[in-house]
T-cell receptor
């Protein structure tokens, strides 16, 4: 069990650039979640998928953010254009069932200058 | 509007003693609660959970207590070990929630256990 794999671990970019964060969930897990951690707001849910279908994207801050899950083993979170206030740690997590706790990846630390 | 609150940003205890981490919530619709532990540069890992139909759940050195009338829960670690030093997050799920992954987190408490 390799765990949830996120890439890159660190990303530094300039304001206005497009940023793509990647996630590989644990094999067999059918739910995938994107969370963001900031000093001001703590850990907050952005979006989650069940069986590759977006179920709830009410936490996505604005249209600059988009997420996709083209298959059961891969998801992306894209920010276009990026802004300094997007600087945060972005976590991906997966779970095998509706009533199971989450398994988190180690996160991507995004810095937008 | 913070629905899950951990009012102590940090806690320091001696190895072997009890650590008590506290969490308060305001949303009466929450009915399932979890604790996660997080080490630096890692993602949170699940520790223990409790349903609102219980007032206590125990797993080894870790016990979670729930007081629904006070909207308060606590995590007890006995005995505390230096390896328990981490950030502890309280999280909640509302009744009828579609997924145990749709969590509302507290701000976290940094626990430091001194040898």
């Amino acid at each position: 069990d390799a765990g949830v794999i996120q890439s890159p671990r660190h990303e530094v970019t300039e304001m206005g650039q497009e940023v793509t964060l990647r996630c590989k969930p644990i094999s067999g897990h059918n739910s995938l979640f994107w969370y963001r951690q900031t000093m001001m707001r703590g850990l907050e849910l952005l979006i989650y998928f069940n069986n590759n279908v977006p179920i709830d994207d009410s936490g996505m801050p604005e249209d600059r953010f988009s997420a996709k899950m083209p298959n059961a083993s891969f998801s992306t979170l894209k920010i276009q254009p990026s802004e300094p206030r997007d600087s945060a740690v972005y976590f991906c997590a997966s779970s095998p069932r509706r009533d199971s706790p989450l398994h988190f990846g180690n996160g991507t630390r995004l810095t937008v200058t | 509007d913070q629905q899950v609150k951990q009012n102590s940003p940090s806690l320091s205890v001696q190895e072997g003693r009890i650590s008590i981490l506290n969490c308060d919530y305001t949303n009466s619709m929450f009915d399932y609660f979890l604790w996660y532990k997080k080490y630096p540069a890692e993602g949170p890992t699940f520790l223990i959970s409790i349903s609102s139909i219980k007032d206590k759940n125990e797993d080894g050195r870790f016990t979670v207590f729930l007081n629904k009338s006070a909207k308060h829960l606590s995590l007890h670690i006995v005995p505390s070990q230096p390896g328990d030093s981490a950030v502890y997050f309280c999280a909640a799920i509302p009744w009828g929630g579609t997924s145990y992954g749709k969590l509302t987190f507290g701000q976290g408490t940094i626990l430091t256990v001194h040898p």
